[in-house]
């Protein structure tokens, strides 16, 4: 049994890294993906984590791997293609570590993995399952991701969803809309950025795109607001809290590290998917707090996955903060 299992993409971040004695960018290998940045954050906390993806046959793909083994992710469900590289995107800051992607992707391995070499029992062991929406962007992995949820919903696992939007990857922004709102149908928890709301709920508002999710079905949905903090919702409940201060220098991962921290928090709390509408305003508080900790911890280093918080540097972190 699996606390966490998560499907999507696995690759590299090349992060710029300064300049060589030739005045030449340099750029860092970093292990990355959002669902695998996700489980890495679980892994982190003490979590039972399995991935489900797809990586090349070459020395980025063996490199992945290894970092997932070295973080006790279950890798069973990591499938090797010989015919497509390993996905890389190329990452630039800006002086206020803010990101621009450029993705190496036509395909990458990761939208390749069919429907046939999902591990069923995997999904049908899980307590929640945790997909995005880059394995949406093409097929075969698009059947395949749908395939996954379907399978874990019957299964009774909580969805989890993060649409993770990244305009370089879909043909337009139309199609990319039309599929992330879909897919947001089949999940009961779901994690936003607040320039994501719009695109799938048309409101402006957070809280009113909220609102709109949960009319749909969603039990919890969670905004994050960069520097503004982070809000929850239920149908019942809702619950603000701020940013907390942190100087950054790397935005990567930080919105996979907060929701790593979020979905720890059900774990925690051995909260179904029938009691997620039925979380007090407390708790999601509690809930938002620690997941702007582990996102806080993450923007002071370089890179997704290296720059995921443990759990013993969370908890210090909130004990200073709350004196």
């Known amino acids: 049994m ?9 690759l ?36 039972r984590a399995a991935f489900i993806g797809k990586v090349g046959a070459d020395m980025h793909g063996d490199f ?18 010989h015919d497509a590289f390993t996905t890389l995107a190329f990452i630039s800051l800006n002086a206020a570590g803010e990101r621009s992607f450029a993705f190496t992707r036509k395909p990458g391995a990761d939208a390749r993995l069919r429907a046939e070499e999902l591990p069923r029992s995997i999904i049908e062991q899980c307590g929640i399952f945790h997909f995005g929406s880059l394995s949406l962007t093409e097929e075969p992995a698009r059947q395949a991701t749908l395939d996954a949820v379907a399978l874990a919903r019957r299964s009774g696992a909580i969805v989890s969803y993060d649409p993770n939007y990244r305009a ?14 879909n897919a947001a149908a089949y999940a009961d928890i779901i994690k936003l950025s607040e320039e994501e709301v719009p695109l799938l709920t048309g409101e402006t508002c957070c809280k009113k795109g909220a609102k709109k999710l949960l009319e749909r079905g969603c039990s919890c949905v969670a905004v994050t607001l960069g520097g503004k903090g982070a809000s929850a919702y239920t149908a019942k409940e809702s619950a603000s809290v701020p940013a907390w201060p942190a100087p950054v220098v790397d935005a990567t991962g930080a919105g996979d590290a907060f929701w790593g921290g979020f979905l720890f928090k ?9 009691a997620l ?22 923007v002071q280093k370089r890179g997704g996955i290296p720059a995921l918080p443990r759990l013993d540097e969370v908890k210090r972190f909130l004990a200073l903060m709350k004196h």
């Not at 300064?18 to 982190?44: D, H, I, K, T, Y």
């Not at 043909?171 to 809309?177: F, L, S």
């Not at 059900?266 to 029938?274: F, K, P």
Request: net charge negative.
């Open 277 to 298: 509408k039925d979380v007090d305003s407390r708790s999601l508080t509690e809930f938002a707090a620690f997941a702007n900790a582990a996102a806080a911890l993450c």
């Open 64 to 81: 992945l791997r290894e970092t997932l083994h070295d973080r006790r992710i279950d890798t069973s469900g990591l499938v090797v293609d």
């Open 168 to 181: 370089q990857v879909w043909r337009n922004e139309d199609e990319a809309v039309q599929m992330m709102r």
């Open 266 to 274: 059900i774990v925690e709390h051995s909260l179904a998917r029938n």
């Open 2 to 10: 699996f606390d966490v299992v998560a499907l999507g993409e696995l």
């Open 12 to 47: 590299i971040d090349f992060t710029y890294a300064g300049v060589s004695q030739n005045g030449m960018r340099l750029f860092e290998q970093n292990p990355g993906g959002a669902p695998a940045n996700v489980l890495a954050a679980l892994a982190n906390f003490g979590c």
